[in-house]
C-alpha cells in the first residue's frame, strides 16, 4: 500500500467521523462501525476478516476498561452519595483557594498518575471533578483538564506502566535516570498543557449546562454531615496502593512466592477497584446509615450512563484495530523511516505517526522504540533516557479519534466532537511538542 493512499484513507475517515457525527448528528458508535468496515474494505482487507478485526479491537479495549469503568463509577457514586467527594472538595478549595483548585487537580492527577493507567486515575479523580467545579462554581474543563493533562503526562514518561518499561527496555536506559528526567521535563509539561491551557479553554469552548454524568455524582444539596477527609481519601488511594505493592512486589519478595503471588494478584487492576469499591460499600455506606438496599440502588443507578460510554470506548479501540490489521498503519510508519533526521525527533515522529495511525500511546512507544532501539545502539552521544521520554511524548499526540480515551473523554465532560478535538485533542498535542522541545533543550545540557 502507498503512503500517499494510506494517509488519504486515513484522513477521510476522519473527515467522515467528524461530519457526520457533528453535522449529521448521527450515533457515534453507528459512524465509528461504518467508517472502521468501509475503510478496511477500501484498504483491500478480505471482507471476511474485516468485522472480525473490528470486534477483536471492542473486546480487547473493553475487556480492560469496561470493568475498570464500571467499578469506578460504583466507587464514585459511594463518594458523592456519602458526602465524601464534598469533604475532599471542601479541603482542596480551603487549602488551595478556589482560584487555584486547577493547580491542585493538576498535582492531584500527577500522583495518583504515577502508579496506574490513565484510564483508572480518570475514572478515581471524575467525580471529584465534577463535585469540585460543581462547590467552587469554577468551569469544569477549569477543573478537569489539568487533572487530565497529569494523568496524561505520567503515563506517557515515567515508569512503571508499561509502555515505559518497554521503551526502557528497547533503548537500555537507566531506570532511576528516566524517572528523574521525566519528572524534570514532566512537571512543566504538565503546567503548560493543564492549568495555563485549561483556564484558555474554559473560556473559550463553553460546555452545556446539563451534564448526564456530573448529575449522577453531584447532588443538589450537600449532606448534612461529611465523613472524614483522610478515611475518604484512603478509599480513593487504595487501589492506588494496591497496585503500588503490585508493581514492587518483584523486589520485595521472592518471584513465584505465595506473598509474591498475592501481591500481584490484588495488584491487578480489577482486583484492586473491586476491593476499594467493596470498601467503600462499608466505610461511605454501612457506616453512614446507608441500608443495603440503598446501596444496591446506588451502584445499579450508577451503571446506566456507562452504557453509551462503554460502546464508544470500545468502538474507538475497534477503529484503531482495523487501521492496524489493514496495513495502513503500518505503511505510513515505515515511510517516516526515510526521512533523515536527528534521533531523538525520529523517534518522536515515528511515535506521532504510530499513534495516529493506530491510536494507541502504548502501541505508539512500543512499536516506535522498537525500531529505533537497534538504530540507538550505533548513536553513543545521544542520551538513551532521553529517548525513553521523547518516544511516550510522542505517543500521545493529536489525542485522536481512534483512541478510546478520546471517547470516554468526550463524554465524561459533555463534550461534542468538534470542543473535543478543540480541547483534548490540542492538549494531547500540547504534551507531545513541549515534551519533544523540552527533551531536545536537555539534551543541550547534557
Known amino acids: ?143 478537569a483538564l489539568p ?38 521535563i514532566g512537571t512543566p509539561t504538565a503546567i503548560i498543557a493543564g492549568p495555563i491551557f485549561g483556564r484558555f479553554a474554559a473560556k473559550r469552548v463553553p460546555l452545556d449546562a446539563h451534564n448526564a454524568m456530573a448529575d449522577l455524582f453531584v447532588k443538589a444539596e450537600r449532606p448534612a454531615s461529611l465523613p472524614g477527609f483522610f478515611i475518604t481519601v484512603l478509599t480513593i488511594l487504595l487501589p492506588v496502593f494496591l497496585m503500588l505493592a503490585g508493581s514492587a512486589a518483584d523486589l520485595v519478595t521472592k518471584p513465584q512466592s505465595r506473598l509474591n503471588e498475592f501481591l500481584h494478584f490484588i495488584g491487578n487492576t480489577d482486583i484492586a477497584l473491586a476491593l476499594a469499591t467493596i470498601m467503600s460499600f462499608y466505610v461511605l455506606g454501612l457506616a453512614r446509615g446507608f441500608s443495603r438496599e440503598t446501596i444496591l440502588r446506588f451502584t445499579n443507578e450508577s451503571l446506566a450512563p456507562t452504557a453509551l460510554i462503554m460502546l464508544l470506548v470500545g468502538a474507538g479501540g475497534g477503529f484503531g484495530r482495523v487501521l492496524i490489521d489493514s496495513g495502513v498503519s503500518h505503511s505510513v510508519t515505515q515511510a517516516a523511516l526515510g526521512f533523515h533526521m536527528p534521533l531523538l525527533v525520529l523517534a518522536w515522529l515515528l511515535a506521532v505517526i504510530v499513534r495516529l495511525a493506530s491510536g494507541s500511546a502504548t502501541v505508539a512507544t512500543a512499536t516506535a522504540s522498537s525500531i529505533m ?74
Open 147 to 184: 487533572m487530565g493533562a497529569a494523568l496524561s503526562v505520567t503515563h506517557a514518561l515515567l515508569p512503571p506502566h508499561p509502555a515505559t518499561l518497554l521503551a526502557l527496555s528497547a533503548y537500555n536506559a537507566d531506570m532511576g535516570k528516566t524517572i528523574l528526567l521525566g519528572i524534570l
Open 1 to 143: 500500500m502507498s503512503t500517499i493512499f494510506a494517509v488519504t484513507l486515513i484522513t477521510g475517515a476522519i473527515l467522515a467521523l467528524v461530519i457526520c457525527i457533528s453535522r449529521f448528528k448521527l450515533n457515534p458508535f453507528i459512524v465509528l462501525f461504518a467508517v472502521s468496515i468501509l475503510l478496511a474494505l477500501c484498504a483491500g482487507m478480505p471482507a471476511d476478516k474485516v468485522v472480525s478485526s473490528f470486534e477483536n479491537g471492542v473486546g480487547h479495549v473493553l475487556g480492560h476498561v469496561g470493568p475498570v469503568i464500571a467499578l469506578g463509577t460504583m466507587l464514585g457514586k459511594m463518594l458523592t452519595e456519602s458526602g465524601g467527594a464534598d469533604s475532599i472538595a471542601l479541603t482542596i478549595s480551603r487549602l488551595a483557594g478556589r482560584r487555584h483548585v486547577d493547580w491542585a487537580m493538576m498535582v492531584i492527577g500527577l500522583l495518583v498518575g504515577l502508579p496506574v493507567f490513565f484510564e483508572i486515575g480518570f475514572i478515581l479523580l471524575i467525580p471529584l471533578a465534577y463535585v469540585l467545579a460543581a462547590r467552587t462554581n469554577t468551569p469544569l474543563l477549569k477543573v
Open 373 to 446: 532501539g537497534p538504530i540507538l545502539v550505533h548513536s553513543p552521544t545521544v542520551s538513551p533516557e532521553l529517548m525513553v521520554l521523547v518516544t511516550g511524548a510522542g505517543s500521545v499526540a493529536f489525542g485522536p479519534m481512534n483512541d478510546a480515551g478520546f471517547w470516554q473523554i468526550k463524554e465524561y465532560l459533555g463534550l461534542t466532537v468538534t470542543q473535543t478535538l478543540k480541547t483534548w485533542s490540542i492538549l494531547e498535542t500540547i504534551i507531545a511538542v513541549c515534551g519533544l522541545a523540552f527533551c531536545e533543550f536537555t539534551s543541550f545540557l547534557l
